[in-house]
């Protein structure tokens, strides 16, 4: 199998209160959050922030009251790669079930999640530049 993943893109932390764990990190470690919204579709609350050059992507549902115990977890994580399709052709070529590449929150990206074989830690991967121009926003 080879995927040619470029470098780790983004690893995800999920959260029941996102706000409060990417607050936690922010104090920990000294870092800042530079853009939050609400996932399209899902109104999941985002929250992002760089430590060092990976991206920290912190989710969970829009909070409406604070939660009494905040619990969080690693969901993921996300490999750049310079070819999305040949990279997705690969995995499934090696048994791997992944997602059909579609466009990504990140503008003029594309991603695909793998599904399966993993030892229970999700990932994907993501290829940007992807789309048209006439496609990016």
């Not at 050059?53 to 310079?82: D, I, W, Y």
């Not at 990206?109 to 990016?136: E, S």
Request: hydrophobic share 45%.
């Amino acid at each position: 199998m080879s995927v040619e993943a470029t470098n780790i893109d983004h690893i995800v932390i999920s959260s029941n209160d996102s706000a409060a764990t990417a607050a936690l990190f922010t104090k920990n470690l000294g870092i800042e959050i530079k853009r939050t919204m609400s996932r399209p579709g899902t109104g999941a609350h985002l929250e992002f922030a760089k430590l060092d050059e990976v991206v920290l992507e912190f989710g969970g549902p829009q909070q409406t009251a604070p939660v009494a115990e905040v619990k969080a977890r690693l969901s993921g994580f996300v490999l750049a790669v310079k070819d999305l399709e040949k990279a997705v052709a690969s995995l499934r070529a090696s048994g791997y079930e992944t997602s059909e590449p579609h466009a990504a929150v990140q503008p003029g990206a594309m991603i695909a999640a793998v599904k399966g074989g993993t030892h229970g830690v999700p990932f994907a991967l993501i290829q940007y530049n992807a789309l048209p121009a006439a496609n990016r926003s």
